[in-house]
């Protein structure tokens, strides 16, 4: 919770620059956390295994996300004393009621992928040398 100067309990307002819940829009609908969020939502996961079931993501990109996404709440990570040391990352509470919103988005993706294909093919055979008004 936020309060303001006088104990108030401040109500975010993510279209207001100086909001921190711009902050946290930025971090949620960034795409990695979209698919590191999805990649956790079965359990705990080693940083190896994350990184195969995200393709493409590197690892200081992986690093810099989870790194993220714990400082924000959303995920734990969990260091296993054995030798080697076994380190697991896993979503919080927080980070387990994501789920069902980013859920949303991947499915949205996935429906409307054929149409976003459609438009974008027709956007780029345009011409677009002239001007617009």
Same mark, same amino acid.
């Given at each position: ?6 104990? #108030? +309990?401040? %109500? ?7 909001? /921190? ?12 956390? +979209? ?10 996961? %080693?940083?190896?295994?994350?990184? =195969? %079931? &995200?393709?493409? +993501? #590197? ?27 076994? &380190? ?14 980013? %859920? ?6 996935? @429906?409307?992928?054929?149409? +976003? #294909?459609? #438009?974008?093919?027709?956007?780029? =055979?345009?011409?677009?040398?002239? /001007? @617009?008004?």
């Amino acid at each position: 919770m936020v309060t303001g100067q006088d104990g #108030s +309990v401040l %109500r975010g307002s993510p279209y207001r620059a100086d909001c /921190p819940t711009r902050r946290i829009l930025d971090r949620i609908g960034d795409r990695w956390t +979209v698919l590191i969020v999805g990649a956790l939502g079965d359990g705990s996961v %080693r940083f190896s295994d994350l990184r =195969r %079931r &995200v393709e493409g +993501v #590197s690892q200081k990109m992986l690093t810099q996300t989870l790194r993220a996404l714990e400082r924000d709440g959303l995920v734990q990570r969990t260091v296993h004393p054995e030798v080697p040391v076994r &380190v697991e990352y896993s979503l919080t509470e927080a980070g387990r009621t994501l789920r069902e919103p980013l %859920r949303a988005l991947e499915e949205w993706s996935i @429906v409307h992928l054929a149409h +976003v #294909s459609a #438009s974008q093919q027709a956007h780029d =055979r345009t011409d677009r040398s002239q /001007p @617009v008004p």
